[in-house]
């Protein structure tokens, strides 16, 4: 499975951006999670939102409320639009995988979000 990111880049405090994540080949059509992570320098990487493939989505508590995941099952895809973004969310933002219905058996190369103040 091949995971690619598409949507990082640099933005002002409040602003927004939005994250997308396909998911191909030949074993893409067993894949059950899907999510997003992300990594800030000098500190372990973090759940930011992902869901199973019945639709129970779970946030990292420093997201809820301004970040939005939703997936297209069809395409074997997934988004992530991210408002009222701050300097702290600053990370490489990663797409993960996996044919179990919870973990990160695939990831993505990573995209980098960077939010100035």
């Known amino acids: 499975v091949q995971l690619q990111a598409f949507g990082g880049g640099l933005v002002e405090a409040g602003g927004s951006l939005r994250l997308s994540c396909a998911a191909s080949?030949?074993?893409?059509?067993?894949?059950?999670?899907m999510g997003w992570y992300r990594q800030a320098p000098g500190k372990q990487r973090e759940l930011v939102a992902a869901s199973t493939i019945g639709g129970r989505i779970e946030y990292g508590d420093s997201v809820k409320g301004r970040f939005t995941f939703s997936r297209d099952n069809a395409k074997n895809a997934i988004y992530l639009q991210m408002n009222s973004l701050k300097p702290e969310d600053t990370a490489v933002y990663y797409c993960?995988?996996?044919?179990?219905?919870?973990?990160?058996?695939?990831w993505g190369q990573g995209t980098l979000v960077t939010v100035s103040s």
């Open positions: 993960a995988a996996d044919r179990a219905n919870w973990g990160t058996e695939f």
């Open positions: 080949g030949r074993s893409s059509f067993s894949i059950k999670y």
